[in-house]
């Protein structure tokens, strides 16, 4: 079946734009993830859904970071007013339940100039 | 501060020999283990997973070793191919959902 898809998978930003990047998770997928993957580093875990409920979004860099996920399905993270040091890889993630084996998506990579 | 650690940046191996990755974690409260395997421009796919009870898993090639005294984990890859060239990344996680990652390991396997 389909795996979990991204969009933009490429997103250019100027300083102080906000963006916002979607997440699909695979069907049925109760537990959808963000995180975001500085360059050279591992994926750091941003926030964490049940369904619709945000049960965890304590990795959150900032206030200007907020993600939803309104109908258990789609989620998108958005950011505002981004910064430069908001350049990253954000990907997203979904498993069958909280602790099951996360299934991670492309990514979108972000550049804010 | 980084709880799981990936010592080496990058591992180059001869196709047919055995590529081995290291990874080393901190926090005891972490029981379960998974390595991921990175393509550029795509996101990490799930490889292989153990959880602390055991201390070995196995999966056609690839076999991963937990030693909890040493807290540490290694995954061996045995005969390595050209596909195997990649990122691999370690990760660990307690009894919650949240998934710690070390910075990754290229392995080039040369022909």
């Known amino acids: 079946g389909a795996g979990v898809s991204q969009s933009p998978r490429y997103k250019v930003a100027k300083r102080g734009q906000d963006v916002a990047l979607r997440c699909d998770p695979i069907?049925?997928?109760?537990?959808l993830f963000w995180y975001q993957q500085a360059l050279g580093q591992g994926p750091e875990f941003l926030t964490y859904?049940?369904?619709?409920?945000?049960?965890?979004k304590s990795g959150l860099p900032s206030d200007r970071f907020f993600a939803e996920r309104p109908e258990g399905s789609v989620s998108t993270l958005k950011i505002q007013r981004t910064q430069q040091e908001d350049s990253a890889v954000y990907l997203c993630a979904s498993s069958t339940q909280g602790t099951d084996t996360q299934y991670f998506g492309p990514g979108t990579r972000l550049t804010v100039l | 501060d980084q709880q799981v650690k990936q010592n080496s940046p990058s591992l180059s191996v001869q196709e047919g020999r055995i590529s081995i990755l290291n990874c080393d974690y901190t926090n005891s409260m972490f029981d379960y283990f998974l390595w991921y395997k990175k393509y550029p421009a795509e996101g990490p796919t799930f490889l292989i997973s153990i959880s602390s009870i055991k201390d070995k898993n196995e999966d056609g090639r690839f076999t991963v070793f937990l030693n909890k005294s040493a807290k540490h984990l290694s995954l061996h890859i045995v005969p390595s191919q050209p596909g195997d060239s990649a990122v691999y990344f370690c990760?660990?996680?307690?009894?919650?959902?949240?998934?710690?990652f070390g910075a990754g390991t290229t392995v080039t396997v040369r022909a």
């Open positions: 990760a660990a996680k307690g009894d919650d959902y949240k998934l710690s």
């Open positions: 859904f049940q369904n619709e409920a945000q049960l965890d």
């Open positions: 069907s049925g997928h109760v537990s």
